[in-house]
C-alpha cells in the first residue's frame, strides 16, 4: 500500500525543501556579498520553501483522507442495481458487507455479488488514490519551484513564514471553536431526526421511559415510550446526594485550610485531597457497585428499609466523595481572593477568626463559592461511568433515593454501545438526549464561569 | 463614656460571652477538621479495599500435570488439530483412577483451565520432537479452584450453592498434599489479552490499546495546545474572537466527557469513516478532551515567564515570532510539559467517551498499530467489573491497581519536573 508511505513521503520533501531553499539562499548571498546582504536569515528561505512544499500537499491530503469514505461510498451506492437502491437500509447492510469483506473479516453471506462488489470497491479506492497520489505530488513540486525560483536577496521571507506561523497558531486555538460547533452539529442533527419521530414535548414531558421499537409490528411490549422526565429526575436525584456529600465536606475543609490550618498540615493534606479527584471515574464505579452498595443495602436492612442493589444513595454518595476536591480547590482560590484587609479590619474590631469567617469571608466569598458549586453540579449531572456502573437501568420515577433510579448518561451510554442501526428512535434518543445535557451544561457553566470571573475582577 | 454593664471586658456577662464565642470558634475547628477525616477516610477506605481485593490476583494457581504425547493424540499432519484436550484429560485420569461415570469426569476436567490444552499446544508447535515423549508441566487451573485456594469459596455452605463440590474438593486437597498444586506468580496477567475465563484473562492488550491512544492524544493535543496557548498569550488582540475562543476552551473543559464521545461517534466514525474501536479514533476524542487542560496548563506557564524577557529579545532586534520561539518557550517549555503529563494522566483515566466509540469490544488479540481493534486499560476495568464471575473481581482490582500505579507514576514525573525545573524569577 503505497498509500500509507505518501504522508512520510510529504514530510521528507518538505524537510528537503528546508535545505534546497537555505542552500539557495546562501547561495544568493555569496554572489552578492554575504549573508547581510539578504533581507531574512537563510533559514528563513529554507523555512519558506519547506512550508510551500509541506502545507499545499498536507491540506490537500487531509481533505482527501477526510472524504474518501463518503466519495467511494457514493460511487459505488450509483452502480449498484436498481432494485437494491430502493431501501436505504439494504445499502448500508450492503456496504458493511462490502467493507467487511474487504478488511478480511469473516463475512455472513459468501454471496459472489459481494466479493466482486468488494473488487470493484477496492479497485475505485485504489484508482482515487493515484490520482491523489500524483495530485499531491504535482501540488508540492510547483510550490517548490516556484518558491525557490522566488528566492532573492530582496525577498522578504521571515514576513512571509511569520505570517504563516501565525496562521497556524490561529488555526490551532480556533480548534476549540471546531470543537464545540463539532459537538452542536453531530447532537443537533441526531437529535432533530429524533424529534421529527418523537415529539418535543413528549420527549420532555412524557412520563415513561421504555426506550424500545418494535421489530415486528405484533409484538408484545412493542411500545417504545420516550418521555424523558424518570431520566431527568433521576439524574438530578444522584447529582442533589452528591451535592449535599460535596457541598458541606469540601467547604469545610476549603475553610479550614486556607483559614485555620498552619502551613505544614495545609502542604501535607491538600495534595492527599487532590489525589481524590485524580483517581479515574471508572475506579470509584467500581468501588461503588461493589462495596458501597451492599454497604447501603446491608445497613438498610438493619433499619428495616427496603434497599434496592442498585440504589441511587450508593452512586450519589460516591460522586458527592469524588466531587469534595473539585468544591474545595475552587472554593480555596476564591476565599484566597479575599483581600486580607478585610480579615484585618474584622480582627480589628474584635471579630474572633470564627466570626471573621462567618461574617465577613464567607459572605464575600458568596458569589465565588456558589459559581464553583455550579461548575461542581456540572460535573455531577454529567458523570458517567460511576452511575453507569452503580446506578441502575430502571427509570423509576421516584423521590426515594433507595430506589434505583436511571440518569441521562447511563441512558446515553446503554442506547449508543453496541451495533445499532443509525436510523431508529432509539440510538437517536441518545442524541436527544446528548443534547439536553450539552445545553443543560453549557447553561451551568457560562453562568458560573461568569460569575467566577466578575467575582475575580471585583478583588483585583 | 462609661461602658455599660454588658461591654464591660471585666463583667462576668462579657466573659461568658467570650467563652460562648471562643466555644463556636472551637466546634466550626472541629468541623472542618472532621470533613478533611471524613475525606481522607474515605480515600483509604477506597484505596485499602482495591489493594485488599486485588493483590491476590499478581499470584495464580498451578497445577502439576504429567502428560505423555502419544503419537495418536495427533492424526493429523497439522499439529494444531492434536487432540490437547485429550493429553490433559488422560493425564487427570491417570492421577485419579478411581473417577469413573460423565458427571464425575466432568468435575475432574473442570479443575484445569483451557489454557493448559493451549500451553500444550504452544509448546509442540514450538518444539515438534515433544510428541512420543513424557514431561511434567504446570499448567493453570480452573478459576474455581484458584478462589479456594485464596479463601473466597465458603466451604461451609450447603454443597449445591457452592462452584466447587465436595469432591472436588477432596481432589483439590489431594493434589496440595501431593505438591501437585501450587501458587505461583501471574504471568499470564501481563502478557496476555482479555478471555472469557478469569485465569487466562490478562491486561496487555487493554494496556497496548491505552498507550497507542496516548501516543495519539500526545502527538496532537501537546502542539495544538501549545500553539493555541502561544498565541492567545502572546499574539490575540483583545477582540471578540479572542473571546469566543476563551469562553469556548472554558467551556469546553467543564463539557461532560460523554459529550465528546458523541461527537466521535457522529463525526469522526459516522461521518469521516475512521474504524470503529480503534487506538486512533480513540486518540482524536481525547484529543479534544485533553486540549482545553493543556492550554489553560501552557498559558498559566507563558504567564510566569517575565516581561523583561520579552523586552530584551525585542529590545536586540528580535521579530515578535523569534522572541517568543527562541526565548519566550524554552523558558515556558517545563511548565507546559507539566500540565501535558497531567492532561495525559486524565486521557489515560478516562472512560465514558472511549464507550460511545466502540472500544468496549471483548478483544483477545493484542493490538499492534493504531488501526486494530482495541480496548483501553480503563475499559477493561469497566468490563470485568461487570462480569460474574467471582474470580474477575479480582482481576478487576488487580487492574486497576496497574491503573493508579500508571498513573500515580505519571503525576510524580509531573511534580518531580516542577520541582526541578520550576524558576523563581
Given at each position: 500500500m503505497y498509500f500509507s508511505y505518501l504522508l512520510p513521503a510529504i514530510l521528507l520533501l518538505g524537510i528537503s525543501g528546508f535545505f534546497f531553499g537555505r542552500s539557495k539562499a546562501i547561495r544568493v548571498a555569496n554572489t552578492q556579498g554575504?549573508?547581510?546582504?539578504?533581507?531574512?536569515?537563510p533559514n528563513h528561505y529554507g523555512m519558506l520553501t519547506g512550508l510551500a512544499v509541506l502545507l499545499p500537499a498536507l491540506l490537500l491530503y487531509g481533505l482527501w483522507i477526510s472524504i474518501e469514505t463518503s466519495v467511494v461510498d457514493k460511487r459505488i451506492v450509483n452502480e449498484l442495481p436498481a432494485e437494491l437502491l430502493e431501501d436505504t437500509g439494504t445499502v448500508s447492510l450492503y456496504l458493511n458487507d462490502i467493507k467487511n469483506t474487504l478488511a478480511g473479516n469473516i463475512t455472513v453471506s459468501k454471496d459472489p455479488e459481494i466479493g466482486r462488489a468488494a473488487e470493484r470497491y477496492a479497485k475505485i479506492k485504489r484508482n482515487y488514490r493515484s490520482i491523489v497520489t500524483a495530485a499531491v505530488f504535482a501540488l508540492m513540486l510547483v510550490f517548490a519551484a516556484v518558491t525557490y525560483q522566488s528566492i532573492s536577496a530582496k525577498l522578504r521571507a521571515r514576513n512571509l513564514v511569520e505570517t504563516v506561523i501565525k496562521a497556524i497558531l490561529i488555526l490551532c486555538s480556533a480548534v476549540a471553536i471546531f470543537t464545540t460547533l463539532g459537538i452542536v452539529l453531530s447532537v443537533l442533527f441526531e437529535a432533530i431526526r429524533f424529534f421529527q419521530v418523537i415529539p418535543l414535548q413528549e420527549f420532555l414531558f412524557g412520563l415513561t421511559w421504555s426506550p424500545q421499537m418494535a421489530i415486528r409490528a405484533d409484538q408484545v411490549g412493542s411500545s417504545g415510550a420516550f418521555g424523558a422526565v424518570p431520566v431527568f429526575a433521576g439524574t438530578f436525584m444522584i447529582a442533589a446526594i452528591a451535592m449535599l456529600v460535596a457541598i458541606p465536606i469540601g467547604l469545610l475543609s476549603a475553610i479550614y485550610l486556607s483559614e485555620f490550618a498552619n502551613r505544614k498540615f495545609r502542604t501535607m493534606v491538600k495534595p492527599m485531597l487532590e489525589i481524590l479527584a485524580g483517581i479515574p471515574t471508572v475506579v470509584y464505579g467500581f468501588f461503588a457497585a461493589l462495596t458501597v452498595a451492599p454497604l447501603i443495602r446491608n445497613m438498610g436492612g438493619f433499619f428495616g428499609l427496603s434497599v434496592a442493589s442498585e440504589s441511587a444513595m450508593a452512586a450519589g454518595l460516591v460522586m458527592g466523595i469524588m466531587i469534595i476536591p473539585f468544591v474545595s480547590s475552587l472554593s480555596d482560590d476564591v476565599i484566597h481572593a479575599v483581600p486580607q484587609t478585610l480579615r484585618d479590619g474584622s480582627y480589628g474590631l474584635g471579630a474572633t477568626k470564627f466570626e471573621t469567617v462567618r461574617y465577613v469571608i464567607f459572605p464575600a466569598a458568596l458569589p465565588g463559592i456558589v459559581g464553583g458549586i455550579l461548575l461542581a453540579v456540572s460535573r455531577a449531572v454529567g458523570e458517567t461511568m460511576i452511575v453507569v456502573m452503580a446506578a441502575g437501568l430502571a427509570a423509576n420515577l421516584t423521590a426515594n433515593p433507595f430506589q434505583a433510579v436511571t440518569t441521562v448518561t447511563v441512558q446515553i451510554v446503554t442506547l449508543l454501545v453496541g451495533d445499532q442501526e443509525f436510523d431508529s428512535p432509539k440510538t437517536l434518543a441518545a442524541f436527544a438526549l446528548g443534547l439536553v445535557l450539552f445545553v443543560f451544561t453549557l447553561i451551568l457553566n457560562f453562568i458560573a464561569l461568569r460569575v467566577v470571573r466578575k467575582y475575580r475582577e471585583q478583588y483585583e | 463614656m462609661q461602658p455599660t454593664e454588658s461591654t464591660n471586658a471585666f463583667s462576668p456577662e462579657f466573659n461568658q460571652r467570650l467563652k460562648r464565642r471562643y466555644r463556636a470558634e472551637q466546634s466550626f475547628k472541629l468541623m472542618g477538621i472532621g470533613a478533611i477525616f471524613i475525606a481522607l477516610a474515605f480515600l483509604v477506605f477506597l484505596l485499602s479495599t482495591i489493594l485488599m481485593s486485588g493483590y491476590s490476583a499478581f499470584k495464580q494457581t498451578y497445577i502439576k500435570l504429567d502428560v505423555t504425547l502419544d503419537k495418536e493424540y495427533f492424526p493429523d499432519e497439522d499439529l494444531a488439530k492434536g487432540d490437547f484436550q485429550g493429553i490433559v484429560k488422560a493425564s487427570l485420569y491417570s492421577m485419579f483412577p478411581e473417577v469413573s461415570g460423565r458427571r464425575d469426569k466432568r468435575m475432574l476436567n473442570n479443575l484445569v483451565s483451557k489454557g493448559a490444552a493451549f500451553k500444550l499446544m504452544d509448546m509442540v508447535e514450538a518444539d515438534p520432537k515433544l510428541i512420543g515423549t513424557s514431561f511434567s508441566i504446570w499448567v493453570p487451573a480452573k478459576d474455581d479452584v484458584d478462589m479456594l485456594m485464596k479463601g473466597n469459596i465458603d466451604m461451609d455452605q450447603p454443597e449445591a450453592n457452592r462452584r466447587i463440590k465436595d469432591k472436588q474438593y477432596e481432589r483439590i486437597r489431594t493434589l496440595e498434599y501431593g505438591g501437585r498444586l501450587q501458587m505461583r506468580f501471574n504471568k499470564t496477567f501481563f502478557t496476555s489479552g482479555d478471555s472469557r475465563e478469569p485465569e487466562l484473562a490478562g491486561i496487555l492488550s487493554a494496556a497496548k490499546g491505552s498507550f497507542y491512544t496516548l501516543v495519539i492524544t500526545l502527538l496532537l493535543s501537546f502542539p495544538m495546545g501549545v500553539a493555541a496557548a502561544i498565541y492567545l498569550e502572546e499574539f490575540a488582540p483583545d477582540n471578540t474572537f479572542t473571546d469566543l475562543i476563551e469562553i469556548n476552551i472554558n467551556n469546553l473543559a467543564a463539557v461532560p466527557s460523554i459529550i465528546f464521545g458523541l461527537l466521535g461517534l457522529a463525526i469522526f466514525i459516522n461521518f469521516w469513516g475512521i474504524p470503529r474501536s480503534t487506538p486512533l479514533v480513540g486518540g482524536l476524542v481525547l484529543t479534544l478532551m485533553t486540549l482545553p487542560t493543556i492550554i489553560i496548563a501552557a498559558r498559566a506557564s507563558l504567564k510566569s515567564v517575565p516581561p523583561s524577557i520579552r523586552e530584551a529579545a525585542l529590545g536586540v532586534g528580535a521579530s515578535k515570532i523569534q522572541t517568543v520561539f527562541h526565548h519566550v518557550l524554552p523558558l515556558a517549555l517545563p511548565g507546559m510539559l507539566t500540565g501535558t503529563i497531567i492532561g495525559m494522566a486524565q486521557a489515560l483515566g478516562e472512560t465514558a467517551p472511549l464507550l460511545m466509540i466502540g472500544m468496549v469490544a471483548f478483544i483477545v488479540d493484542i493490538p499492534g498499530g493504531f488501526t486494530d481493534p482495541a480496548a483501553a486499560l480503563p475499559v477493561q476495568i469497566y468490563l470485568w467489573a461487570d462480569s460474574p464471575e467471582r474470580a474477575f473481581t479480582e482481576k478487576t482490582s488487580a487492574a486497576i491497581i496497574i491503573l493508579l500505579g500508571f498513573l500515580i507514576l505519571m503525576n510524580a514525573v509531573a511534580v518531580y519536573m516542577r520541582k526541578k525545573f520550576e524558576i523563581k524569577w
Open positions: 554575504g549573508i547581510q546582504e539578504l533581507h531574512s536569515l | -
